[in-house]
């Protein structure tokens, strides 16, 4: 519980002095006084006067034995926002330093922002706050304090209020915490944010752990009596605790694995701590040897610590009376980087980690916070943010054994990224522990990754995108695009806003296009309209975040006509619309829609010489699909979106000579030393392209290989196919679909 709140600075001084370490006394107390002065006359929520929680955090902060610029600024990080017309950062600065206001100016809030919406004003509070951790992590260890003082006291705001602040504090600060390794701030965070969000929840949890503690109190005060006397047997210099898992990690377990308090087992852990690595493994051995050790519940976090730089050694047991309980062993050291994670960097100085180790630990911020290559899109920001800070990490291998972290749900071509952004742009394909692999698998622990890589490859392909997991590799494959594809990109973005405004059935003069779309970027904060399309284009921000001002700037350029009749099916498409040649950068007459960008779909890889249709999509121009593309088929028969497919046909009379387009090969063959070398070299005999290969067994003696090759029309692709019949142990070849 939260002690009764206080205007005094005496405990945060006793606090200091009892840490032993040197701090500017002199300094803490005039900041105090300031900040005093300040807020004279203010009161919280509560009633109580306002100096009482820039004292508290200023005591939280204490406690993690930050330095004395952070405690100035814990007790100053008001001032400028609540005091303005008496106090600005040139007097912090004047007063107290440059350090002490830049992190004041990181720990103010966003008070007028120039967005539409208050959602995106949330958001950009959140850009700015981790722009701050980017210059000065301590920005985020005062803001975790200020937050969890407010989490304290939050009985005083009103019922709506409470949920918000609790629901912004699950979803950010709690996660944010984790990430940096505090997790005994993480912790109650949690606890506190459930208890508003589903108190009737916390409350069952919370009585029933007491409970069955009360009915399981003989069996672990015999279990703590066991390993004591047998540590102590052993000579092991150790301090052993107990605990019971938190409120809210049991809540959790029991919501995420659909479980009843009463299937929830191991609700009590112990920690061993000792006082070097060499002991934490002797200490281990001697647990294993009193209990039988549940397989697969054992972690090793000394010898590969977690990314927020916890280690430790986690086991789970089984008790004399058959109840499972969990054990951790690490040192003093880990112990306290455990509770406290980076922060500890400021209570072990000069020995957990150096700067540049520092630095490597807070790259994902970095990353975050990047303008140049970064994202616009403040649905995109969030779901960044949301993967770098809260998913759980996959631990896998290069070739020559180095360890990369990445987010679970990482592909191979976030891997690629990982290595190096030209590791990722000629990727052509991967193999995982040996075999070949899609390039979209899905990387689990411990596996082993090459990428295989080609100078001939044309660059990354936009539908990598939707599959790469990390915002890191979704950055740099913009980032290509940003650099090497500009022109397409502001055709790309152009065929986007494009097809937009056509859902609004009204006919406008390019002219008028040319006006609405230099409007819209001035409104967004672009200096022209072709740098708004380029940025649609590489995928900086999509259509949807645009559509309602679009549609504003629409209404007043354009005006109200009667919408145009919508056709519903291919026949109609046909019948309906008399297609005038338009000639596109691809070789493909749209109708309609002069020099609009055109994009051939993935799912069935038209050729020359197919039936084809083109379907406007919202991310990136004209979709060309053949017209027995299951996707197509299923689409029209159940009416989905009929406006939105248009007539297509090959431009056969002013198709540049030279062009190729990608195919799909499946194969199915038997397996044998020689196959793939005879496909590839057959290929290279026929000058044909290899973009992308994989292969998966289909049995003992079978396998199927997937390719992805360069060719010119439907002729050609039959030639080959006929050619990669004969060889020996072919079964089949077929035209695939992705």
């Known amino acids: 519980m939260e002690r009764a709140a206080h205007t005094d600075i005496g405990p945060l001084i006793q606090m200091l002095e009892a840490t032993g370490k040197v701090y500017d006394i002199e300094k803490i107390k005039s900041a105090f006084e300031y900040a005093k ?55 912090i600065a004047k007063k107290f330093g440059a350090e002490v206001a830049s992190l004041v100016d990181g720990l103010t809030k966003i008070v007028t922002i120039n967005v539409d919406d208050m959602e995106e004003a949330h958001i950009e509070n959140l850009r700015k706050m981790l722009l701050a951790m980017s210059k000065d992590i301590r920005v985020i260890f005062i803001k975790l304090c200020d937050r969890l003082h407010n989490m304290r006291t939050l009985d005083a705001k009103p019922d709506n209020k409470r949920r918000l602040t609790a629901l912004e504090t699950m979803q950010v600060y709690a996660p944010l915490a984790h990430r940096l390794g505090m997790q005994k701030i993480k912790a109650e965070l949690e606890n506190l944010g459930l208890q508003y969000l589903d108190p009737i929840g916390y409350n069952e949890v919370k009585e029933s752990i007491e409970k069955k503690y009360g009915q399981s109190l003989e069996m672990i005060e ?26 809210y990690s049991i809540y959790k377990k029991m919501y995420n694995q659909n479980k009843s308090f009463d299937e929830i087992y191991d609700f009590y852990a112990l920690r061993i701590i000792v006082d070097t690595e060499l002991e934490c493994y002797t200490a281990l051995g001697l647990i294993h040897e009193m209990y039988k050790s549940v397989p697969g519940r054992f972690k090793d976090y000394i010898s590969t610590p977690k990314p927020n730089m916890y280690s430790s050694l986690h086991t789970t047991v089984i008790g004399t009376d058959g109840i ?15 509770e406290y994670g980076i922060a500890a960097h400021w209570k072990y100085k000069s020995g957990v980690t150096s700067k540049e180790e520092m630095d490597r630990k807070l790259e994902w911020i970095a990353r975050l916070v990047e303008i140049e290559d970064g994202t616009r899109d403040p649905d995109e920001f969030m779901n960044a943010l949301k993967t770098d800070i809260f998913h759980d990490e996959v631990f896998v291998f290069t070739p020559k054994g180095e360890v990369i972290q990445l987010a679970q749900g990482s592909t191979v071509i976030d891997f690629a990224y990982a290595i190096h952004s030209e590791v990722g742009n000629k990727m052509i394909g991967a193999k995982i522990n040996g075999m070949i692999v899609p390039i979209d698998r899905i990387l689990q622990n411990g596996e082993i990754i090459e990428i295989l890589t080609s100078s001939a490859s044309k660059g990354p392909s936009r539908d990598w995108l939707n599959l790469v997991k990390t915002s890191d590799a979704r950055n740099k494959i913009r980032s290509w695009f940003k650099k090497e594809k500009r022109a397409d990109n502001i055709v790309a973005g152009k065929a986007m806003l494009d097809a937009e405004i056509r859902s609004y059935a009204r006919n406008i003069t390019e ?10 970027a001035q409104r967004v904060g672009y200096s022209s309209a072709d740098d708004l399309c380029n940025t649609l284009g590489y995928g900086g921000i999509t259509v949807h975040r645009l559509a309602t001002r679009l549609k504003e700037e629409y209404a007043k350029l354009v005006p109200q006509e009667a919408p145009k009749e919508q056709v519903t099916d291919v026949s109609q498409i046909q019948l309906a619309q008399k297609p005038h040649k338009t000639h596109s950068r691809s070789s493909v007459i749209v109708d309609g829609q002069d020099g609009c960008q055109v994009k051939f779909a993935k799912c069935c890889n038209p050729l020359p010489g197919d039936e084809i249709i083109g379907f406007v999509t919202k991310g990136y121009g004209i979709s060309i699909h053949k017209k027995d593309c299951p996707n197509v088929v299923s689409a029209l028969q159940n009416g989905q979106m009929p406006e939105r497919w248009l007539h297509a046909v090959w431009d056969t009379e002013d198709a540049p000579s030279g062009s190729e387009y990608e195919a799909l090969v499946q194969i199915y063959a038997t397996s044998s030393l ?65």
Request: hydrophobic share 40%; aromatic share 6%.
């Open 674 to 738: 020689s196959l793939l070398s005879d496909i590839t070299r057959a290929l290279a005999e026929l000058k044909v392209s290899i973009l992308q290969i994989n292969s998966n067994s289909k049995g003992q003696e079978q396998v199927m290989i997937s390719m992805k090759i360069a060719c010119k029309d439907v002729n050609h692709y039959e030639y080959i196919v006929k050619k990669l019949r004969e060889l020996d142990g072919i079964q089949s070849v077929t035209r695939g679909f992705s």
């Open 222 to 247: 015999k279990i703590r009596a066991d390993i004591e006397k047998k540590l102590k047997e052993s000579n092991l210099k150790f301090t052993l605790e107990g605990r019971i898992k938190s409120v």
């Open 511 to 520: 002219a008028t296009r040319t006006q609405l779309y230099t409007a819209l």
């Open 37 to 91: 002065a300040l807020h004279e006359g203010q009161f919280r929520a509560s009633g109580e006067a306002y100096i009482s929680h820039p004292i508290a955090v200023a005591e939280i902060v204490a406690g993690l034995e930050l330095d004395t610029d952070s405690i100035c600024a814990a007790l100053l990080h008001d001032t400028v926002e609540d005091c303005s017309d008496r106090t600005d950062l040139k007097i």
């Open 324 to 338: 499972p309980f969990e054990v951790q062993i690490r040192t003093w050291k880990m112990h306290y980087i455990a």
